[in-house]
């Protein structure tokens, strides 16, 4: 059965404490965003200068100017601040940012993350990602498990150009949850999604994992 592109977002909100500050990814990040706990205070920053995030915006409630750094229309709350893009990377690089939830294109088993081109592939360039994986205290991906040309994203090494290297501390994909407990330790899979089988995600993974 799997989990859909909602679930893999409410699975990695379940990773979100209180008092928070978060940073979310373009994709299926950005759905963490409506599947914040009811009570939890988390305060949501986006690398485009803007602290304090609301979910997305109701059709006809959207207001053009407010974007987030992947341009998709939100909303703003009473508490949210502005500021200019000098300030929004200090926070990220100065490691104020407590948790980054990202998507990827591929993940290694070594948790080397590459999230930002595709060789060949008009691409508007890296945003903040490197920043983000560099400079946050705490790095999970929200993703896919394979392509859509039904290949691995958690792979042995990744072919494509990184983001970053050794950062990924959770891997969160439609089959189920891989986490480590340090960077130098492997990952383990410590959650199964609904239907999904051991065996499946042995078939599906490229990657060395534990149980």
Same mark, same amino acid.
């Given at each position: 059965?799997?989990?859909?592109?909602?679930?893999?977002?409410?699975?990695?909100?379940?990773?979100?404490?209180?008092?928070?500050?978060?940073?979310?990814?373009?994709?299926?990040?950005?759905?963490?965003? #409506?599947?914040?706990?009811?009570?939890?205070?988390?305060?949501?920053? @986006?690398? #485009?200068?803007?602290?304090?995030?609301?979910?997305?915006?109701?059709? =006809?409630?959207?207001?053009?100017?407010?974007?987030?750094? =992947?341009?998709?229309?939100?909303?703003?709350?009473?508490?949210?601040?502005?500021?200019?893009?000098?300030? @929004?990377?200090?926070?990220?690089? =100065?490691?104020?940012?407590?948790?980054?939830?990202? =998507?990827?294109?591929?993940?290694?088993?070594?948790?080397?993350?590459?999230?930002?081109?595709?060789?060949?592939?008009?691409?508007?360039?890296?945003?903040?990602?490197?920043?983000?994986? /560099?400079?946050?205290?705490?790095?999970?991906?929200?993703?896919?498990?394979? @392509?859509?040309?039904?290949? @691995?994203?958690?792979?042995?090494?990744?072919?494509?150009?990184?983001?970053?290297?050794?950062?990924?501390?959770?891997?969160?994909?439609?089959?189920?949850?891989?986490?480590? +407990?340090?960077?130098?330790?492997?990952?383990?899979?410590?959650?199964?999604? +609904?239907?999904?089988?051991?065996?499946?995600?042995? /078939?599906?993974?490229?990657?060395?994992?534990?149980?």
């Amino acid at each position: 059965m799997a989990w859909t592109r909602n679930d893999i977002a409410a699975r990695a909100a379940r990773e979100l404490r209180d008092g928070f500050y978060v940073n979310l990814g373009i994709g299926i990040p950005t759905l963490v965003a #409506n599947n914040i706990p009811d009570g939890m205070t988390v305060t949501l920053q @986006s690398e #485009n200068g803007m602290l304090g995030i609301g979910p997305f915006p109701l059709e =006809g409630e959207e207001d053009a100017d407010l974007i987030n750094a =992947g341009k998709q229309t939100i909303s703003e709350l009473p508490s949210t601040v502005y500021f200019g893009s000098a300030e @929004s990377f200090a926070m990220i690089r =100065g490691g104020h940012i407590d948790l980054t939830i990202l =998507g990827a294109m591929e993940v290694s088993e070594g948790g080397d993350i590459a999230n930002w081109m595709i060789p060949g592939k008009m691409i508007k360039g890296m945003g903040g990602a490197m920043d983000l994986v /560099a400079g946050v205290k705490r790095v999970i991906v929200a993703m896919d498990h394979c @392509s859509k040309d039904g290949e @691995s994203k958690f792979v042995q090494s990744c072919s494509l150009p990184l983001t970053g290297k050794g950062v990924v501390d959770m891997i969160i994909t439609d089959l189920g949850v891989f986490e480590r +407990p340090d960077h130098a330790s492997d990952f383990r899979l410590v959650e199964l999604a +609904p239907g999904v089988t051991l065996d499946e995600i042995a /078939a599906k993974t490229g990657a060395r994992y534990a149980v």
